[in-house]
C-alpha cells in the first residue's frame, strides 16, 4: 500500500515555485511598425484565453477551470489557475491585431499607428 505523508511546508513551497514558473512570462518587442507579444501560457486552451486592448493598455487574461470529478487522487498537483498581466503600449492601432496560439505561447502583433495619425498640432491663440 502507497502512503504518502503529509508535508507541513507543502503549501509554503508550492506558493514559492508558483512565483518562478513559467506561466504569463512576457516578451515585448517593439519594432518600428508593430510590437510583438510573446505571452507563455502552457496548458491554457485558446478558449481560455481573453485579449483586450482598451485607452493603450494591453491586457491578457488567461484562466484554467478546475476540473470536478471523484476520482481518489494521491497527489493532485494541476489545479485552476488565472494569470492576468497588463501592459501600457502607446500608439497600437486596436483594429489592427494578430493573434496565434501554439505549443503554449501566444503571440499577439499589434501594429502602431502612424505618427501623423496620433500627432495634432494645437494652435494658440
Do not use: W
Not at 16 to 28: A, E, P, Q, R
Not at 43 to 56: A, C, H, L, T, V
Request: hydrophobic share 35%; charged share 35%.
Amino acid at each position: 500500500m502507497f502512503y504518502l505523508r503529509e508535508n507541513p511546508y507543502y503549501n509554503c513551497t508550492k506558493e514559492f515555485n508558483n512565483l518562478f514558473s513559467n506561466d504569463g512570462k512576457t516578451d515585448i518587442i517593439e519594432n518600428k511598425d508593430n510590437y510583438v507579444v510573446t505571452f507563455e501560457v502552457a496548458g491554457m486552451r485558446k478558449e481560455d484565453i481573453k485579449i483586450e486592448i482598451n485607452d493603450d493598455v494591453l491586457a491578457i487574461k488567461a484562466t484554467k477551470k478546475a476540473q470536478n470529478d471523484d476520482k481518489k487522487y494521491l497527489i493532485k498537483e494541476r489545479s485552476f489557475k488565472s494569470i492576468e498581466r497588463t501592459f501600457y503600449l502607446d500608439n497600437m492601432d486596436e483594429n489592427n491585431v494578430r493573434a496565434k496560439y501554439e505549443d503554449g505561447i501566444l503571440t499577439i502583433v499589434i501594429k502602431k499607428l502612424t505618427e501623423h495619425n496620433t500627432k495634432k498640432l494645437i494652435a494658440i491663440e
